[in-house]
Structures are given as structure tokens and as C-alpha cells.
């Protein structure tokens, strides 16, 4: 099975902040890689699928990246609706593994 | 607009088995996988099953395996999980996910809002 491993497990940053979160598999998934948000008391949002197809109705300032074995996602200027908690998932095969998750917190 | 519906969380004893059922609307059902997501009380989300358009393919995660089955009814517009033999570890809010495409191996694009499931004695 994929482990799906992300970086940090949490983050503290403020609003107009550009902020990397990374993401890397156990082995190759090529481009099959997508991010998640997920608010408190909510159901997980899919923001980014395939790696960097933006899903329709996200905001441009998300972004994704990579391929292989490292991914990154992107938020060029952190608004405060965007902390939250982030998920990356791989697609490439079941189990679609998430990674453990990365809480972005308001510095 | 797509709706995703689910039902049959509950309080269940250990060992005892569980159905939880995933009404789906809005969307034509039959064209898409769909997947079963669990999120433990203040963890992660973990991927349980998926399964394709067809039923051809299906997948678990390997802490479900044997005592989970996925199954849907493409009439009925309908996922289920079969869930048997209830640890305490499968104590989660278990999500249906509607997969961007027919095969089971996919991002989850609309999800539900969830049913609780909790094992204890």
C-alpha cells in the first residue's frame, strides 16, 4: 500500500501570507495526487485533483504542484477563510491513502 | 445540485454488525464510483472502500478488509457498507463520496455530511 506523508503537521501564519504545504508518496504516483480542506464540524472540500487541476468553484490562490513522489500545494495569499485543515490523497491506487493531515492556524 | 445523503450510524456493541446506507441525487449515479471516507473523533480522514460505476472493481483499506463490503444499487441510486464484526477502532463519522469518474481509484469531488457510527459496549 502508498503511505502519504505531509509536511508540517501544523503551521501558524497570517492573512496575506503565501504558504507551502508538502506532500510526499511512499513511491511513484505519477500525477494522481489531490488536496483536500476541511473546516471544523464539516465535510472535506476537493480543491486540487490530478495534482494541479484547480476544481471548479476554489479560488485561484490555490495551487498544486509535482509529480512522482513529491507534491506541494500553494496558497499565494491566505485569506481568513482559509484556515483550516489540509489533506493530500493519493488516486493512483486503492486504498486511496490521505496523508495526516496539516492544521493551518492564524498567527 | 448533487446531494449525498447517509444513514444507519448507531451505537452497535463489539462484534456486532452495522449497515450504513448513502442516498445519492443530483447527479446520474450509475456514470461514477463512489467511496467510503472515516474520520475517528479529532483525527484524520481515512479512506475506507471504493467502488466503481459497474461494481466491477472495488477496493478496501486494509483495516477493513474482510469485515467490510461495499456494495450499490445503481437502481435505487444507492451505496451501502456492510460492516461486521465492529471493533472499537472503527468508532468514526463515515463520509460517501462522490468519485470524479467511473473507476474506483479517484478524487472525491461532492461528499455527504456524514453518519456517526460509535462501537462500545
Known amino acids: 500500500d502508498i503511505q502519504m506523508t505531509q509536511s508540517p503537521s501544523s503551521l501558524s501564519a497570517s492573512v496575506g501570507d503565501r504558504v507551502t504545504i508538502t506532500c510526499r508518496a511512499s513511491q511513484s504516483i505519477s500525477s494522481y495526487l489531490n488536496w483536500y480542506q476541511q473546516k471544523p464540524g464539516k465535510a472535506p472540500k476537493l480543491l486540487i485533483y490530478a495534482a494541479s487541476s484547480l476544481q471548479s468553484g476554489v479560488p485561484s490562490r490555490f495551487s498544486g504542484s509535482g509529480s512522482g513522489t513529491d507534491f506541494t500545494l500553494t496558497i499565494s495569499s491566505l485569506q481568513p477563510e482559509d484556515f483550516a485543515t489540509y489533506y493530500c490523497?493519493?488516486?493512483?491506487?486503492?486504498?486511496?491513502?490521505f496523508g495526516q493531515g496539516t492544521k493551518l492556524e492564524i498567527k | 445540485e448533487v446531494q449525498l445523503v447517509e444513514s444507519g450510524g448507531g451505537l452497535v456493541q463489539p462484534g456486532r454488525s452495522l449497515r450504513l446506507s448513502c442516498a445519492a441525487s443530483g447527479f446520474t449515479f450509475d456514470d461514477y464510483a463512489m467511496h467510503w471516507v472515516r474520520q475517528a473523533p479529532g483525527k484524520g480522514l481515512e479512506w475506507v472502500s471504493g467502488?466503481?460505476?459497474?461494481?466491477?472493481?472495488?477496493g478496501y483499506a486494509d483495516s477493513v478488509k474482510g469485515r467490510f463490503t461495499i456494495s450499490r444499487d445503481n437502481a435505487k441510486n444507492s451505496l451501502y457498507l456492510q460492516m461486521n464484526s465492529l471493533r472499537a477502532e472503527d468508532t468514526a463519522l463515515y463520509y460517501c463520496?462522490?468519485?470524479?469518474?467511473?473507476?474506483?481509484?479517484?478524487?472525491?469531488?461532492?461528499w455527504g455530511q456524514g453518519t456517526l457510527v460509535t462501537v462500545s459496549s
Open positions: 467502488i466503481s460505476w459497474n461494481s466491477g472493481s472495488i
Open positions: 490523497q493519493q488516486s493512483y491506487s486503492t486504498p486511496c491513502s
Open positions: 463520496a462522490k468519485v470524479r469518474g467511473s473507476i474506483a481509484a479517484a478524487a472525491g469531488d461532492y
